[in-house]
């Protein structure tokens, strides 16, 4: 069956080297928190939709990991969704930190983007690709300026945005100009849904953001977060059981925390996220275990969607 005149859907990728802003900007598109956010870098590690609708669109923003150099499995999986997102999408967003400027992962990510424009979604269709400047409020214009010419000698650009992903400077200029690009289709997705996440995932995820956002230095990247149970009562609470793996016992102390602090602060700050993102009290239960290999279990990309063989 044809899809009306005026209703149009299609995917955006949103890529860039880790820490440029993506989930942020994924996030104020959607108009809700779809995907975690921390200020250490590589904090995404899956693929996640957020889904929004505009007049008779539907827009759906894939946010991606920070796509580097990977040295191990669990960054070559990481990085491949990255371009894998590039390959399914109908506009690709390039995310750039304009503070960091023209990078090392940020030049990798540029030359490896006109193969995915070229390779659009129709038959000899050009996939459009937009360059959006992030944090613009940190860096001088005449600076701006500079690094939008050496982007733009580097890489072919259909678009150029300056914006704030935390502000929302830009951004409606930025969806505007994605709009045009969408093909007619009918919507893929139910009309209040935000995202495909599934509820165990999105708890997981909720958790290991405090672990971001509460523990230092590399540990957090030693830290996995798993719903283990997941249990709906009859008065509307929901009972959520999690395990928090870490990768040597010396770190079981430091998530602990003295007395048990640092897991309890964890806890209840993640508690609080999910009542109001599940709209009802929520009991969470988290206890610390270590899994030196949690990095190399298949199972663990499976629930995030990585490709283990990448």
Request: with cysteine.
């Amino acid at each position: 069956m044809s899809a009306p005149e005026n209703m149009h859907c299609g995917y955006v990728a949103v890529l860039g080297a880790p820490n440029a802003g993506k989930s942020t900007l994924v996030n104020r598109l959607v108009g809700a928190k779809v995907t975690i956010v921390s200020p250490k870098v590589q904090t995404t590690r899956n693929r996640v939709l957020g889904i929004a609708v505009s007049g008779d669109a539907q827009i759906v923003f894939i946010d991606t990991p920070g796509i580097f150099t990977p040295k191990k499995r669990f960054d070559r999986a990481m990085v491949a969704a990255a371009w894998g997102g590039a390959k399914e999408a109908d506009v690709v967003v390039l995310m750039v930190d304009a503070k960091s400027g023209f990078d090392k992962d940020t030049r990798i990510i540029v030359d490896g983007l006109e193969k995915y424009a070229e390779e659009g979604p129709g038959e000899g269709k050009r996939r459009p690709v937009f360059l959006v400047l992030n944090k613009i409020d940190l860096v001088k214009p005449e600076a701006l300026l500079a690094l939008t010419q050496r982007l733009h000698d580097a890489g072919k650009f259909d678009h150029t945005f300056m914006i704030s992903a935390l502000s929302g400077e830009g951004v409606d200029d930025l969806m505007a100009a994605i709009l045009p690009g969408l093909p007619k289709g009918h919507w893929l997705f139910p009309e209040d849904q935000l995202s495909d996440m599934p509820q165990r995932l999105l708890a997981a995820e909720i958790t290991r953001e405090q672990v971001f956002l509460q523990l230092h230095q590399e540990l957090p990247y030693a830290i996995a977060v798993e719903t283990e149970a997941w249990e709906n009562f009859d008065n509307g609470d929901v009972k959520i059981d999690q395990v928090v793996y870490v990768q040597r016992d010396s770190q079981k102390g430091i998530v602990l925390g003295k007395g048990g602090s640092r897991i309890k602060e964890i806890g209840a700050q993640a508690r609080a996220q999910l009542e109001t993102m599940l709209d009802c009290k929520v009991h969470l239960f988290l206890r610390v275990k270590k899994h030196d290999k949690w990095s190399e279990d298949p199972r663990y990309f499976r629930a995030l969607g990585l490709d283990y063989n990448a």
